[in-house]
């Protein structure tokens, strides 16, 4: 079946430093990913919108300096948090829709624990 | 923008009994999810309920939707210890590709 892959897994970096967050699908091309945020004990909120061949649609809310969305591939978003601080240690999910070929879902990735120390 | 509020905000029950989580949310939907989380970990999906159904069951789980009143129940029948976790409900509209508003979750404790 369908798998989105994210990479890493884990992550610590120091203050001031980017850290690049990757989203794959394994099987199947995704014009539109998505990236959430999730803070301990929260729910997820929505960060953007990452499109194949153009730029990514942020929320409200969400600085696109800060998060910088790269969708280079039908296969690949990459979100890079850069000059990181402790306040962006959180868990960011990533989302993939199959769309058509008779078959509407959406796929998550496990997750990106970022921890800015 | 929409969003879902589940309720209760956490439950904790013994296995065995039913558990029944609820969500609602604010503006039309196309589809609503029931996902689980558990700790420190991703999504797993549980059922996806689309605006012009009103009750879909899979296993033990049970989604009712009632558009009228714009919300929707998860009911888990014969709760496990190994459903211990949290339980997000989750919109999208008609044409957004899957852009999903999660609500706050549920977070279940079933103890043995």
């Known amino acids: 079946g369908a798998v989105v892959s994210q990479h890493p897994s884990r992550v610590i970096c120091k203050s001031g430093t980017s850290v690049k967050i990757e989203c794959r699908s394994l099987d199947f091309q995704a014009t539109t990913m998505f990236w959430y945020r999730q803070f301990p004990k929260q729910s997820l909120m929505l960060m953007a919108t990452s499109n194949e061949g153009s730029k990514a649609t942020y929320e409200q809310g969400v600085e696109k300096d800060k998060f910088l969305i790269n969708h280079a591939s039908l296969t690949l978003s990459t979100l890079t948090v850069t000059s990181a601080h402790p306040e962006d240690s959180s868990f960011y999910i990533c989302?993939?829709?199959?769309?058509?070929?008779?078959?509407?879902?959406?796929?998550f990735g496990e997750g990106s624990w970022l921890t800015v120390v | 923008s929409q969003q879902g509020e589940e309720d209760p905000q956490a439950l904790s029950i013994q296995e065995g009994e039913n558990a029944t989580m609820n969500c609602s949310y604010k503006?039309?939907?196309?589809?609503l999810q029931w996902y689980r989380q558990n700790s420190g970990r991703g999504l797993v999906h549980l059922i996806l309920?689309?605006?012009?159904?009103r009750e879909k069951h899979s296993g033990r789980l049970r989604v009712t939707l009632d558009t009228s009143k714009k919300s929707s129940s998860l009911l888990i029948t014969a709760s496990r210890a190994a459903d211990t976790a949290s339980y997000f409900c989750a919109t999208d509209f008609r044409g957004s590709n899957y852009k999903l508003t999660f609500g706050k979750g549920t977070l279940l404790t079933v103890n043995p």
């Open positions: 503006t039309s939907i196309n589809n």
């Open positions: 309920i689309r605006s012009n159904e």
């Open positions: 989302s993939a829709s199959l769309l058509g070929m008779g078959r509407n879902t959406i796929y």
